[in-house]
């Protein structure tokens, strides 16, 4: 395709036509030029290819696909490999059902268990959620199939998420909102990337110039095309000039007729214009550069989705009554052991060619099943609990199969509370006391409080594991898989813990995040408070050994590397895998910082006996924090934990290295600049004593009647001081005249 050629022959009306979409899943074919149609369908954990027909609520019916685990279940394999996989079958499914661009994967920060679509997200950790995001992308396009990265930018609940505006402080959206997209966009450079419906600090995602232009092309080198998520736009000539270059599904032709409008007016320049047609045409000349493939083995598909869900299991607690023995008696309880929850509402729901719940894979000679409760309804059942609890009474275990029924989250609106329903928990708690051996396994897409966790022996967290997860939970009870999935969220006791919690939702459209950096883990670390399960937690059948953490160095500047290595064993008697966690824990200096961020992470399998040794290299964004004055990422001087953990609490070998920052930033002294900041630079101290004798406050007699600690006074009196001060408190001995030839000396005195 000779793209330049085409725009030029096209007219104003085809050019502002194939900016928005033909329907609800294609963009405009340009005929008489040779220009095809792109095919998008959701995402993003398995394909929703409606007909020409369709809707993005999730209610329209869509070619029988299958639904592999959702997002908060593969940001728990916390494994590369596994999302990469994902991502090039979904790839190979696009192709033979002629998707061009997949709208997935979705990186939303998990700012609070409520958001009503945490299901499709990954984490509250924005390093992990813009790995699995990349890992994904590159696995769907290397089968040169399109991604769409989502939902770009701040989109983290579901309440009024139209109109509300995110209000959010400069650091915190570069060092978590952007942050979970940042790595992803650098790395895996996906074909799209879909805006969202909110606002960001009072402008909408779809007319936000500073990202969509500024940092996703300008900072980050995004050369693809920006997609409205659909219904996004509101001023389609603005969005335009912002970088908004397709929108979807489109508007019947009546903000095509705007940009021409526009054009016309000379409001918004042709050339504009041109860079998102060009835009649009690059990615639909990606497009046809790979051909329709057969139709695809969806069997095949179904068990890999039955392994991923396997590795994605997160073991919360286990009192010694996991793996279940295959001649035990076992009871199921719980409606979801027959019909598991294992996807969630909304755009993302897939019509799964089948399905394999837990019950149907059980051996009927050692198992029995009762249902326990109806998961449509919260009403306790006596005479289902009475059923449940005689099957826990003549089993040596329970397992419950629990978790939140589809009304309790999905896309469109949020969750009003973080409980499980009633019934449920009543079931629990019954059971619990009629067998002491009590497993209870979660299908869930957010943290729930478990005030029953005292009383059960067991709690695996299946989260929504796809169409094949009730194999796979028999593959991990039995123990045929070693569970590795750890949490990439916290699971606090009660939803107040929660830092979000005070401001979530809002007021009307307007929704501060106060809290600023401390999402997730930042927060409940650095508060030091108690979690039911911390971020990074998760069991394992077998145990492995972290020793011998070595650093390639003691000291470094912040330009160079550093490379970590520590050595893994498994000293269990099973197979399986593990994860390591590299947590950098920065000094405690003028900056406010968490106590450790998570800055890498492996998965490794490991055979009884078996080591290997892990490593991870370390450049200075794993040490910085976005200082806002100088606009820019920096990692300052001094000494940084490097930490290997099995969870954000469970710190199992640190080390530390000093670093030294090449470029120190020079601090301008003024007349409001104090003391304490001005001691700072290293060659202030001849200075400073000159105009402090000056000053002649050395009263000693002042400082000693005022009792204990005066020294200290003095000394934060003066250190607090800003210098025009020095006039008043020398009583005219120092004169403004001496102070401007103090700041001129010192702000010559080099750069520090
Ligand atoms: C959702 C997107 C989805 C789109 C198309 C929107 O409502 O927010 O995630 O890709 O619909 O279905």
Request: proline share 4%; with cysteine; net charge negative.
């Given at each position: 395709?000779?793209?330049?050629?085409?725009?030029?022959?096209?007219t104003?009306?085809?050019?502002?036509?194939?900016?928005?979409?033909?329907?609800f899943?294609?963009?405009?074919?340009?005929?008489?030029?040779?220009?095809?149609?792109?095919?998008?369908?959701?995402?993003?954990?398995?394909?929703?290819r409606?007909?020409?027909e369709?809707?993005?609520?999730?209610?329209?019916?869509?070619?029988?696909?299958?639904?592999?685990?959702?997002?908060?279940?593969?940001?728990?394999?916390?494994?590369?490999?596994?999302?990469?996989?994902?991502?090039?079958?979904?790839?190979?499914?696009?192709?033979a059902?002629?998707?061009?661009?997949?709208?997935?994967?979705?990186?939303?920060?998990k700012?609070?268990?409520l958001?009503g679509?945490?299901?499709?997200?990954?984490?509250?950790?924005?390093?992990?959620?813009?790995?699995?995001?990349?890992?994904?992308?590159?696995?769907?396009?290397?089968?040169?199939?399109?991604?769409?990265?989502?939902?770009?930018?701040a989109?983290?609940?579901?309440?009024?998420?139209?109109?509300?505006?995110?209000?959010?402080?400069?650091?915190?959206?570069?060092?978590?909102?952007?942050?979970?997209?940042?790595?992803?966009?650098?790395?895996?450079k996906?074909?799209?990337?879909?805006?969202?419906?909110?606002?960001?600090?009072?402008?909408?995602?779809?007319?936000?110039?500073?990202?969509?232009?500024?940092?996703l092309?300008?900072?980050?080198?995004?050369?693809?095309?920006?997609?409205?998520?659909?219904?996004a736009?509101?001023?389609?000539?603005?969005?335009?000039?912002?970088g908004l270059?397709?929108?979807?599904?489109?508007?019947?032709?009546?903000?095509d007729?705007?940009?021409i409008?526009?054009?016309?007016?000379?409001?918004l320049?042709?050339?504009?214009?041109?860079?998102a047609?060009?835009?649009?045409?690059?990615?639909?000349?990606k497009?046809?550069?790979?051909?329709?493939?057969?139709?695809?083995?969806?069997?095949?598909?179904?068990a890999?989705?039955?392994?991923?869900?396997?590795e994605?299991?997160v073991l919360?607690?286990?009192?010694?009554?996991?793996p279940?023995?295959?001649?035990?008696?076992?009871?199921?309880?719980?409606e979801?052991?027959?019909?598991?929850?294992?996807?969630?509402?909304?755009?993302?729901?897939?019509?799964?060619?089948?399905?394999?719940?837990?019950?149907?894979?059980?051996?009927?000679?050692?198992v029995?099943?009762?249902?326990?409760y109806?998961?449509?309804?919260?009403?306790?059942?006596?005479?289902?609990?009475k059923?449940?609890?005689?099957?826990?009474?003549a089993?040596?275990?329970?397992?419950v199969?629990?978790g939140?029924?589809?009304?309790?989250?999905?896309?469109?609106?949020?969750?009003?509370?973080?409980?499980?329903?009633?019934?449920?928990?009543?079931?629990?708690?019954?059971?619990?006391?009629?067998?002491?051996?009590?497993?209870?396994?979660?299908?869930?897409?957010?943290?729930?409080?478990?005030?029953?966790?005292?009383?059960?022996?067991?709690?695996?967290?299946?989260?929504?594991?796809?169409?094949?997860?009730g194999?796979?939970?028999l593959?991990?009870?039995?123990?045929?898989?070693?569970?590795?999935?750890?949490l990439?969220?916290?699971?606090?006791?009660?939803?107040?813990?929660?830092?979000?919690?005070?401001?979530?939702?809002?007021?009307?459209?307007?929704?501060?995040?106060r809290e600023?950096?401390?999402?997730?883990?930042?927060?409940?670390d650095?508060?030091?408070?108690?979690?039911?399960f911390?971020?990074g937690?998760?069991?394992?059948?077998t145990?492995?050994?972290?020793?011998?953490?070595?650093?390639?160095?003691?000291?470094?500047?912040?330009?160079?590397?550093?490379?970590?290595?520590?050595?893994?064993?498994?000293?269990?008697?099973?197979a399986?895998?593990?994860?390591?966690q590299?947590?950098v824990?920065?000094?405690?200096?003028?900056?406010?910082?968490?106590?450790?961020e998570?800055?890498?992470?492996?998965?490794?399998?490991?055979?009884?006996?078996?080591?290997?040794?892990?490593?991870?290299?370390l450049?200075?964004?794993?040490?910085?924090?976005?200082?806002?004055?100088?606009g820019?990422?920096?990692?300052?001087?001094g000494?940084y934990?490097?930490?290997?953990?099995a969870?954000?609490?469970?710190?199992?070998?640190s080390?530390?290295?000093?670093?030294?920052?090449?470029?120190?930033?020079?601090?301008?002294?003024?007349?409001?600049?104090?003391?304490?900041?001005?001691?700072?630079?290293?060659?202030?101290?001849p200075?400073?004593?000159?105009?402090?004798r000056?000053?002649?406050?050395?009263d000693?007699?002042?400082?000693?009647?005022?009792?204990?600690?005066?020294?200290?006074?003095?000394e934060?009196?003066?250190?607090?001081m800003?210098?025009?001060?020095?006039?008043s408190?020398?009583?005219?001995?120092?004169?403004?005249?001496?102070i401007?030839?103090?700041?001129?000396?010192?702000?010559?005195?080099?750069?520090?």
């Amino acid at each position: 395709m000779d793209i330049r050629k085409i725009i030029e022959e096209m007219t104003l009306e085809e050019k502002a036509g194939l900016c928005s979409g033909a329907d609800f899943w294609h963009t405009k074919a340009v005929e008489r030029l040779g220009v095809k149609r792109i095919t998008m369908s959701d995402g993003p954990h398995g394909l929703r290819r409606q007909e020409e027909e369709g809707d993005h609520l999730g209610m329209g019916g869509s070619v029988p696909a299958v639904c592999f685990p959702a997002g908060c279940a593969t940001a728990a394999s916390f494994d590369r490999e596994l999302i990469h996989m994902l991502g090039e079958e979904l790839g190979e499914e696009c192709r033979a059902e002629g998707v061009n661009v997949l709208l997935g994967p979705a990186a939303n920060i998990k700012r609070s268990p409520l958001c009503g679509r945490n299901f499709e997200y990954f984490s509250e950790d924005p390093y992990l959620a813009s790995q699995m995001a990349a890992n994904y992308i590159k696995g769907v396009q290397s089968k040169g199939v399109g991604t769409s990265l989502k939902h770009f930018l701040a989109n983290n609940q579901e309440h009024r998420r139209m109109s509300s505006s995110s209000e959010i402080d400069e650091r915190t959206l570069r060092e978590i909102y952007l942050a979970a997209f940042e790595e992803a966009v650098k790395e895996s450079k996906p074909w799209t990337i879909m805006c969202s419906y909110n606002r960001i600090n009072g402008t909408y995602a779809a007319e936000n110039k500073k990202f969509l232009t500024d940092v996703l092309r300008g900072e980050w080198g995004f050369d693809g095309f920006v997609v409205s998520d659909w219904g996004a736009v509101n001023n389609r000539p603005a969005d335009l000039t912002a970088g908004l270059d397709l929108e979807m599904p489109g508007s019947f032709g009546m903000n095509d007729e705007k940009i021409i409008e526009a054009v016309k007016a000379g409001i918004l320049s042709e050339e504009a214009l041109n860079t998102a047609v060009e835009r649009i045409l690059r990615i639909v000349e990606k497009s046809y550069a790979v051909d329709k493939t057969a139709p695809y083995d969806k069997e095949a598909s179904h068990a890999l989705a039955r392994k991923m869900a396997g590795e994605c299991m997160v073991l919360l607690k286990n009192e010694g009554v996991l793996p279940l023995s295959k001649e035990d008696k076992v009871a199921f309880i719980g409606e979801f052991a027959e019909k598991p929850r294992y996807q969630g509402g909304g755009s993302s729901h897939i019509n799964s060619f089948k399905t394999e719940s837990a019950w149907d894979g059980a051996n009927k000679a050692y198992v029995t099943y009762a249902r326990g409760y109806f998961a449509g309804e919260d009403k306790t059942d006596e005479a289902l609990i009475k059923e449940a609890v005689e099957a826990a009474k003549a089993a040596k275990t329970a397992v419950v199969f629990a978790g939140l029924p589809d009304s309790y989250e999905s896309e469109g609106y949020d969750r009003s509370h973080m409980r499980m329903p009633d019934c449920q928990n009543a079931l629990i708690e019954a059971v619990s006391e009629a067998n002491p051996n009590t497993v209870v396994v979660l299908h869930n897409g957010s943290p729930v409080e478990m005030p029953w966790i005292n009383k059960v022996k067991a709690v695996l967290e299946v989260y929504l594991g796809g169409q094949a997860v009730g194999g796979a939970t028999l593959d991990v009870l039995y123990g045929d898989v070693n569970p590795s999935g750890r949490l990439a969220e916290t699971f606090p006791i009660q939803l107040e813990d929660n830092p979000s919690y005070l401001y979530y939702r809002g007021e009307g459209d307007t929704v501060e995040y106060r809290e600023g950096i401390f999402v997730g883990y930042r927060y409940y670390d650095k508060k030091k408070m108690e979690v039911l399960f911390p971020f990074g937690h998760g069991l394992s059948y077998t145990e492995f050994s972290f020793t011998n953490l070595k650093l390639s160095a003691a000291e470094i500047k912040d330009t160079d590397t550093l490379e970590v290595t520590v050595d893994v064993k498994n000293i269990g008697s099973r197979a399986g895998k593990t994860v390591v966690q590299l947590y950098v824990s920065p000094p405690t200096g003028d900056v406010i910082r968490p106590v450790r961020e998570l800055k890498g992470f492996e998965k490794i399998f490991l055979a009884p006996g078996e080591s290997k040794t892990v490593s991870f290299v370390l450049s200075k964004r794993a040490f910085s924090y976005f200082d806002t004055e100088i606009g820019e990422f920096r990692a300052p001087s001094g000494e940084y934990g490097i930490e290997i953990g099995a969870s954000s609490r469970n710190i199992l070998q640190s080390a530390s290295v000093k670093l030294t920052e090449s470029k120190s930033r020079r601090l301008k002294v003024g007349m409001d600049t104090i003391f304490l900041d001005v001691l700072k630079l290293p060659d202030a101290m001849p200075l400073v004593n000159e105009i402090v004798r000056k000053m002649d406050v050395a009263d000693a007699g002042s400082a000693e009647s005022m009792g204990e600690g005066a020294a200290e006074m003095v000394e934060s009196v003066l250190g607090y001081m800003p210098l025009h001060a020095m006039v008043s408190f020398s009583g005219g001995k120092v004169t403004f005249a001496d102070i401007e030839d103090f700041i001129r000396r010192i702000n010559e005195g080099g750069d520090f």
